[in-house]
């Protein structure tokens, strides 16, 4: 192996120790930033995430809570909990955990929860502003979290040749939407690959900055990455592992062995991108806090 690896556990937990310095800053104003979760079902991979979340928002000091919700849960009466934590001063931010029961239309859950408590960055008034530039709004975790590895591991991505394997509304396309913006960890020339492009190895070997996001286990190859790139995989899937209790083991979008062989800096995972997505759901949720801070003092 000759990449450097990129430490993303090192880096969130850098990130953690800054919201924490935050909420202590807040806490002397008579602030307590609250993260209200919403898990709708018993999704088991769901619940963990939410309890991670949980457990890393009282690590910070602040106030989390989780609501857990029968599968059975109608659409009126979620929308209706949205609409008390809306009212609620007490909770800043809002995060309703995806995937949802096939009974519930996400768009129109996403489209209640007032976009000042959006910590996810999901409403379309947040992903406006992203596009637009302006920096008053929130950032999909997961994308703002690949931006803060960059910049935190000294990668240049001013006029760098950026290319993003996937076009999810809550990866890829906000991750072009950054990376293009004229700013730190912006200025790139970004390119947006998905199923349907031709040819993709054309693509992803003329990147200076591959990012995998695609959902497909070891998708991208080594042969298919310029030398010295720097690769970053935001892939979290399973496969067969004879040697492991539960038969499968985490792998990315990137077969990490034929890649960190030609790439100058990359991601594992786990340890990579995933570190980073609560990371910045807690600076989101803290940044919530403080406008309305901000607010109540104008
Ligand atoms: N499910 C998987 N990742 C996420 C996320 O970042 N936010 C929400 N709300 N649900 C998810």
Redesign the pocket.
Known sequence: MRAELIDGKAIAEAIRLEVAADVAALAGRGVVPGLTVVLVGDDAA?AT?VGAKEKASKAAGMRGETLRLPASTTQAELLALVERLNADAGVHGI?????LPPHIDPDTVIRHIRPEKDV?G?HPVNVGKLLIGHTDGFV???PAGVIELLIRSGVETRGAEAVIVGRSN?VGKPMAALLVQGRAGGDATVTVCHSRTRDLAVHTKRADILIAAIGRAEMITGDMIKPGAVVIDVGMNTKPDASKIKGTRLCGDVHFESAAEVASKITPVPGGVGPM?IAM?LRNTVRAAERTVLVTAR
Do not use: A
């Open positions: 769901s995430y995060l309703v955990q995806m995937p996810d999901f999909s975790c997961t809550i997505t759901l």
